[in-house]
Structure formats: structure tokens, C-alpha cells
């Protein structure tokens, strides 16, 4: 028992920290990042609560180095929203190039709450909610496009690896 306890916590550890790293890796390109179809993809590789530890893990760490604000909880929420809708979706249907759209689409609504929260930090301004998340969509694009392709590299890895717990 302890053992697994001992591995499911360094394996936490090792996929918070490579979480880290892709998402500093392409800090040059706003959100393109492979995070969100890896926490996608270890939702269903490890489960949910494993999957939310690193992302809470990463979107703190990372938050802490790029700058923290209260848009972090945000993030969290919305990852954590998104986690959920991902994993009830995959029940139904398992084929890679299903979930790769469906991983795809669930950055847009990432984008929405996004929207949503900030709207709320910040104030929505005189267009409303609805002007600010389109002023965000060529951002939210570019998340739901580079999730599109990274969700099936990641899953690829992550079948030639095979957890202990």
C-alpha cells in the first residue's frame, strides 16, 4: 500500500513538472500549449483526481514564474470544468480522432469561462460579456487548434507507458 501511495505521488510529481516544462516551452506563442490535451489526455489515462492534482500543480507553479493574479483560480476552475465534460464525452465514444475534436472544442469553452472569470476580475466594459470572449477568439483558436494536434501525439506516448496503481 504504501509503496503505490509513494509512486502515484512521484508519478504526480514527474507529470506536474513535465506539465511545467510544456508550458514554458512555447511561452512565445499564446496558448499554443500541449497542456490542456495532456490534462485531457491524463484524465483518462490516470482518472480525474490524479489529472486535477496536476493540473493544480501546474497552473500554480507556472503561475508563480509568468505571474500570479487571481486568474489563476480561473484557470483551475475552468481546466477542471472542462476535465469533467472531456471524460463524461469519452465514455461514449473511445476513436482518437473523436476525442482529438472533442479535446479541440473544449479549449473554446476553456476560452468562455476564461472570458467569464476575467469579466467578472476585470469588468466586462461597456460591450458586455459577449464582446470580450469574441475579442478572445483568435486566442481560444489557436488553444482549441494546437490541442487538436497535440491531443493524439500525447495519447500515443502515454499508450507505451503503462501506470502501476
Known sequence: MRNKLVYRIALIAILSA???VLRFSLVEF????PITALFLALALWLGFWDSLAIMT???????LI?????IILGQIFGYAVIIIIFKSISKFNQ?????SVIAGGM?????????????????FGSGGYLAYWIAGLPFDAAHAFSTLIFYPIIVMILKRIRPRH
Not at 500543480?57 to 503561475?63: A, C, D, L
Not at 509568468?66 to 487571481?70: K, R, W
Open 107 to 123: 479549449a473554446f469553452i476553456f476560452g468562455a469561462l476564461i472570458s467569464a472569470v476575467s469579466g467578472l476580475l476585470y469588468g
Open 18 to 20: 513535465l506539465s511545467c
Open 66 to 70: 509568468l505571474g500570479f493574479s487571481p
Open 30 to 33: 499564446p496558448n499554443v500549449k
Open 95 to 99: 476513436n482518437i480522432i473523436f476525442l
Open 57 to 63: 500543480i501546474t497552473m500554480i507553479v507556472t503561475g
